[in-house]
């Protein structure tokens, strides 16, 4: 007589204490679990309501502005700085972190505030206006800390004896006296004196920061100008291929040190290559475009805002069509701002909401709104890519996250992995009609919701007319036209 015991090693089926999980050993075999994917299914469906129930993506106001918030720059190495610039020529510089303000100066510009943008050592920030003049500020940001993290930074000679005062209160929560010794500092520099300041014939609409060197570019009523730190007239100026219309939006490329991308006024797109005098191409739309963003993961490849209510990506290699076109607004899209991982970027529209795409989806993933939030002027992707700040009509700034149903702060590990399961789950299922449905589904203002359905039914009578007279002309003497092809009106090379 056979007799087979089961051996069992007390450390791996035993706890150490009463605190401790309780192990449980469980047969993998398929054919044991004859439930299984209906049993994930319920899974995917509970998970798909759970993230709509932890949706609350708002995260903080910021009051300050007396105006409209027309422009914003985040820096590009630093988590914290964020500058802002209004409709009555103010700007601020805020802290992220603390959420308030860490400078300002109320008589910036004697007229508004089109385009603020931070140098690469993130020592200094510039800022256009429609005054006709340019001006170069410096940028004397503390990060929030408390005191052994201020001391630290006072040994590296970061912080300046004569802007002490405006360092943020310590996290640690003995912050009142230095909450009284900032507003005091703040009340004695109201209006601080710009480091360096350029005046032109024309008003400017926008500005970029070379992403390397010490150049930046304006975009003008008449053309595009590349600027230096140390010249007082531009070093290189582009008009327009025709006629003299004036350039909205100017962006340097990230990887190309000498490639710029612009709007105008007369619905075109244009690239110019700093190396040589003349404008490289250029392509007409049907409508203007308001924006333009590099992706910066695939410098390539960039997304403009238009006021036909849609986005457009373009491969710079080839802008005959568009790679893709992203559809959801109901009002024109006058801001984006890119993500760092070059995977998703925010759009700020007329429509009083922000919407999320992913880089290869025409749907959005996501759409925030508030009921006070106006215009949508200005979007930005925080450095780590967590959180998205709009600027708006309203002269408020607001935080938003960039996962509306993602915790704040450390998670445990336990935590961590029950949310990468649900995920995971989600993704697998998404394309049944249950899970779909609820992940999804938006509840939407009713403005947007009645211009929504309109669009729906001039969309689809505009398809069921271009049909018809397909059907009923000639073969072949009127052809099927593409909706990104549609797009494009004519291309200049």
Same mark, same amino acid.
């Not at 403009?304 to 607004?329: A, I, W």
């Not at 801001?335 to 007329?350: L, M, Q």
């Given at each position: 007589?056979?007799?087979?015991?089961?051996?069992?090693?007390?450390?791996?089926?035993?706890?150490?204490?009463?605190?401790?999980?309780?192990?449980?050993?469980?047969?993998?075999?398929?054919?044991?679990?004859?439930?299984?994917?209906?049993?994930?299914?319920?899974?995917?469906?509970?998970?798909?309501?759970?993230?709509?129930?932890?949706?609350?993506?708002?995260?903080?106001?910021?009051?300050?502005?007396?105006?409209?918030?027309?422009?914003?720059?985040?820096?590009?190495?630093?988590?914290?700085?964020?500058? =802002? @610039?209004? !409709?009555? $020529?103010?700007?601020?510089?805020? &802290?992220?972190? +603390?959420?308030?303000?860490?400078?300002?100066? %109320? *008589?910036?510009? =004697? @007229?508004? !505030?089109? $385009?603020?943008?931070?140098?690469? &050592?993130?020592? +200094?920030?510039?800022?256009?206006?429609?005054? %006709? *003049?340019?001006?170069?500020?410096?940028?004397?940001?503390?990060?929030?800390?408390?005191?052994?993290?201020?001391?630290?930074?006072?040994?590296?000679?970061?912080?300046?004896?004569?802007?002490?005062?405006?360092?943020?209160?310590?996290?640690?929560?003995?912050?009142?006296?230095?909450?009284?010794?900032?507003?005091?500092?703040?009340?004695?520099?109201?209006?601080?004196?710009?480091?360096?300041?350029?005046?032109?014939?024309?008003?400017?609409?926008?500005?970029?920061?070379?992403?390397?060197?010490?150049?930046?570019?304006?975009?003008?009523?008449?053309?595009?100008?590349?600027?230096?730190?140390?010249?007082?007239?531009?070093?290189?100026?582009?008009?327009?291929?025709?006629?003299?219309?004036?350039?909205?939006?100017?962006?340097?490329?990230?990887?190309?040190?000498?490639?710029?991308?612009?709007?105008?006024?007369?619905?075109?797109?244009?690239?110019?290559?700093?190396?040589?005098?003349?404008?490289?191409?250029?392509?007409?739309?049907?409508?203007?475009?308001?924006?333009?963003?590099?992706?910066?993961?695939?410098?390539?490849?960039?997304?403009?805002?238009?006021?036909?209510?849609?986005?457009?990506?373009?491969?710079?290699?080839?802008?005959?069509?568009?790679?893709?076109?992203?559809?959801?607004?109901?009002?024109?899209?006058?801001?984006?701002?890119?993500?760092?991982?070059?995977?998703?970027?925010?759009?700020?529209?007329?429509?009083?909401?922000?919407?999320?795409?992913?880089?290869?989806?025409?749907?959005?993933?996501?759409?925030?709104?508030?009921?006070?939030?106006?215009?949508?002027?200005?979007?930005?992707?925080?450095?780590?890519?967590?959180?998205?700040?709009?600027?708006?009509?309203?002269?408020?700034?607001?935080?938003?996250?960039?996962?509306?149903?993602?915790?704040?702060?450390?998670?445990?590990?336990?935590?961590?992995?029950?949310?990468?399961?649900?995920?995971?789950?989600?993704?697998?299922?998404?394309?049944?009609?249950?899970?779909?449905?609820?992940?999804?589904?938006?509840?939407?203002?009713?403005?947007?919701?009645?211009?929504?359905?309109?669009?729906?039914?001039?969309?689809?009578?505009?398809?069921?007319?271009?049909?018809?007279?397909?059907?009923?002309?000639?073969?072949?003497?009127?052809?099927?036209?593409?909706?990104?092809?549609?797009?494009?009106?004519?291309?200049?090379?």
């Amino acid at each position: 007589m056979k007799i087979k015991a089961l051996s069992r090693s007390v450390e791996g089926n035993t706890r150490s204490n009463s605190g401790d999980i309780k192990k449980l050993s469980r047969n993998l075999d398929p054919k044991h679990k004859p439930l299984e994917r209906a049993r994930e299914y319920t899974r995917a469906v509970t998970s798909a309501k759970l993230e709509r129930m932890f949706a609350k993506p708002f995260v903080a106001a910021l009051e300050g502005h007396v105006d409209s918030v027309a422009c914003s720059a985040a820096s590009r190495g630093h988590l914290c700085p964020f500058v =802002t @610039g209004g !409709v009555d $020529g103010e700007i601020r510089v805020w &802290d992220l972190a +603390s959420r308030r303000t860490v400078w300002n100066n %109320k *008589t910036s510009h =004697t @007229g508004a !505030v089109n $385009g603020v943008c931070i140098s690469n &050592d993130g020592k +200094s920030f510039f800022s256009c206006s429609t005054d %006709k *003049t340019i001006k170069q500020w410096g940028l004397g940001v503390k990060m929030a800390g408390g005191r052994k993290e201020k001391r630290k930074r006072k040994e590296k000679g970061v912080l300046d004896s004569d802007s002490d005062g405006d360092s943020d209160s310590d996290s640690d929560g003995d912050s009142d006296s230095e909450v009284k010794k900032s507003s005091t500092s703040s009340d004695s520099s109201k209006n601080p004196a710009p480091l360096n300041s350029w005046l032109f014939s024309d008003t400017f609409k926008s500005m970029d920061h070379h992403w390397n060197e010490e150049q930046f570019a304006t975009a003008s009523d008449e053309a595009v100008q590349v600027w230096s730190h140390h010249r007082s007239n531009p070093i290189q100026t582009y008009e327009p291929f025709n006629g003299t219309d004036s350039c909205n939006v100017v962006r340097w490329n990230p990887s190309e040190r000498s490639l710029l991308a612009h709007t105008s006024s007369d619905r075109g797109i244009g690239l110019h290559d700093t190396r040589a005098s003349s404008s490289l191409r250029k392509t007409v739309l049907r409508m203007r475009s308001n924006c333009l963003e590099w992706n910066p993961m695939e410098p390539m490849n960039f997304v403009v805002g238009n006021e036909d209510h849609n986005c457009y990506s373009f491969d710079m290699r080839k802008l005959s069509q568009p790679t893709m076109v992203h559809k959801g607004h109901v009002g024109a899209v006058l801001s984006i701002g890119w993500s760092s991982t070059g995977r998703e970027f925010v759009t700020g529209s007329y429509d009083r909401t922000i919407r999320i795409f992913n880089y290869r989806s025409g749907t959005s993933r996501d759409s925030y709104y508030a009921k006070r939030m106006q215009r949508v002027f200005c979007v930005n992707y925080t450095a780590d890519a967590k959180f998205i700040v709009s600027g708006s009509d309203d002269t408020n700034l607001r935080i938003w996250k960039a996962r509306s149903n993602e915790k704040l702060g450390q998670q445990l590990v336990r935590e961590e992995r029950a949310t990468n399961y649900r995920n995971t789950l989600v993704k697998k299922f998404e394309h049944m009609p249950e899970v779909r449905n609820i992940v999804k589904s938006r509840n939407m203002p009713k403005f947007v919701k009645k211009q929504t359905a309109m669009a729906q039914i001039q969309h689809a009578s505009a398809k069921r007319k271009e049909g018809n007279i397909i059907k009923h002309s000639k073969k072949g003497s009127v052809a099927w036209k593409g909706e990104r092809a549609k797009a494009i009106v004519k291309e200049y090379e």
